[in-house]
Structure formats: C-alpha cells, structure tokens
C-alpha cells in the first residue's frame, strides 16, 4: 500500500494604467487586472467551491506608519472580470487617499460587520488579524505598498495572491501510458476535523510580519473561532475539497476520508510527510492524495471509519 501526496500555491495580480477620470484632491488612483492560476505541488507520503473566482475586491489602505485608513470597494464598473467561470482575472480601478501607503487587496471579502470608525488609526495587524472568513468563501489576499504596485505597473511583473484555504484531492495514480495501476475506483471522500472560520491574512507571530508559508517555511494562522465543521455522515462525491489551516496535531489529526474499492469500503487516511510525521494545512497550498496499491483497514461504515487506524500510517 502506498499513498503520495501534493501540495499548491498562487495567484497573481497585475497593475496597469491608471484611471484616466482624474482623482479627486487629496486621492490617487489606482488601476490593476487580477489573475488566479493553478497552484503549485509539493510531494508529500500519503470545503467548499473554490469561491466562484475573485467576485469583487477590496482594498485595506494603510499610512506609512502602518495605521489603518479606511477601505475601498472595487465593484461595477470598476471590475470587470473575465467572463470566466470561475472569473480567475479581472480589471480592477480604484481610487484611494493620497496619504495611503501599504494596500491589502483582499478578494471576496465580505464587510459588513466591519466598522471602519472602530479601527481608525489602529495597526495592520490589529486590523487583518480581525478578520475571518466562513466556510464557502474563498478570500485572496496580497500586501503590497503603493510604491511596490507603480514597480510592478512599469515592468508588467504580476503580483501573487494567494488564496486563504488548503485544497485536497484524491485519485489513483497512473502509470506513463495514462493507466491507474490499480483498480481502486474512488466513489468519494470528505475532510473532516478541520476547522469552520479561516483567518484572510497571513501573520507570522515569531517574526510579527505578513509573509506567505510554504514548505520551508510552514506556519498557520489561525481565527480565534476555533470551532470546527459540524459532523459529516458520510463521504461527498466533490473531486475536490477545500479546508482552513490547521496545526494537524497527533493528538487532533484532519481525517480523509474515502469510499470504494472492489467491496465498497470506506478508509481513513492521516496527512503525513514523508517519514509518517503530521504535516501543517497550509493556505493555497494542494494535498493530493494518491492511492497507488491495495488500501487496509476498510470499514463497512463511515462512523467506524473514523475510528480505524489510518490505511497510511
């Protein structure tokens, strides 16, 4: 028995032109067009739609002290996205105070129990460590100061976003003929223990600054909602599933769980790196789970599954 497993990250953001309606004193414009594309594997041992694509923008003006602002929305005539489904690019115009420094452009972001008078003055973040999303919303988020955004408008180089959940899927493993090499049929999977509320921005508490974790840098940020998913009764037939970060402890591992097989079985599977150890959920980053031989430890049940020794371990 022998699993793999992927890992993903990106999406980018360029600026271009600014808007030829001339900004209002004491503002600036600002003018970009959004991509999101594939995310990037990482191998590794063996929640929700994908947000329907960037569907509006926001953007968190910060002063060169790094004191909140206020924020703009992008949304009619100053987003026009790709047509696309999901819309993973876009035209996006704004215009923002001429004091304004550091911008977090943040997507799908819904606000309407941000009050901006409550954060007045107070720091980056004090402000993006606030907020949360709920499951079924993807967020992508990138920070970047307005300097930065003209350097990128003058040379073309897009600017990553980066989405705020894991992705998982499960598949059989075929050879270099496009052949599964075994006859494993996967009838579905779920995720479960993950937790319900994800944070949109990136904090890593050690070094106090936003950074993007990675592989070699791995770190979660988690929402002080630390309620998990209600309980799931059985596997889904989604082809992908997306989840929030989580520390993945020993103690508390995330479970994938998966029906099939010649006698309809379903199987736990535990998140592990190569030498068996519990890896971190990162955000934007693809757990693909490979079923590449005979799996053990099949349960007739999906509530025994959840309590058999995982099939990888």
């Not at 007045?120 to 004090?126: D, G, I, M, T, W």
């Not at 592990?272 to 757990?287: P, V």
Request: charged share 25%; net charge negative; with cysteine.
């Amino acid at each position: 028995m022998l699993f793999a497993l992927l890992v993903a990250i990106s999406c980018q953001e360029e600026l271009s032109c600014p808007s030829e309606v001339e900004a209002p004193e004491g503002y600036v414009n600002l003018s970009f067009s959004a991509t999101v594309p594939d995310m990037d594997l990482v191998s590794t041992r063996a929640v929700d739609p994908d947000g329907g694509g960037i569907q509006h923008i926001i953007l968190y003006c910060f002063d060169s002290y790094g004191l909140f602002i206020t924020t703009v929305s992008l949304s009619g005539d100053e987003h026009t996205p790709d047509g696309n489904t999901p819309s993973l690019t876009g035209t996006f115009k704004a215009t923002v105070p001429d004091h304004t420094d550091i911008v977090h452009i943040v997507g799908n972001q819904v606000i309407t129990d941000f009050s901006e008078d409550e954060f007045r003055n107070k720091s980056e973040f004090e402000v993006m460590s606030a907020l949360e999303a709920s499951a079924g919303r993807m967020i992508y988020w990138a920070r970047r100061t307005v300097t930065q955004l003209k350097e990128h408008q003058e040379s073309g180089y897009p600017v990553e976003l980066i989405r705020n959940q894991a992705k998982v899927t499960v598949e059989v493993e075929k050879d270099q003929q496009g052949n599964p090499v075994t006859d494993f049929e996967v009838v579905g999977f779920v995720v479960t223990n993950t937790n319900a509320f994800g944070t949109v921005a990136p904090y890593h508490h050690p070094t106090d600054r936003f950074l993007i974790p990675s592989v070699d840098n791995p770190f979660v940020t988690l929402a002080e909602n630390d309620s998990k998913l209600g309980d799931f009764l059985d596997v889904r037939g989604n082809r992908e599933e997306y989840v929030f970060e989580t520390r993945n402890d020993i103690d508390d591992p995330v479970n994938v769980i998966i029906k099939g097989g010649p006698d309809n079985l379903y199987y736990r599977i535990l998140l592990l790196d190569g030498d068996g150890s519990q890896i971190m959920i990162l955000r934007n980053h693809h757990y693909k789970v490979m079923i590449s031989d005979e799996l053990s430890y099949g349960e007739a049940s999906f509530e025994d599954a959840l309590k058999a020794p995982a099939t990888n371990n």
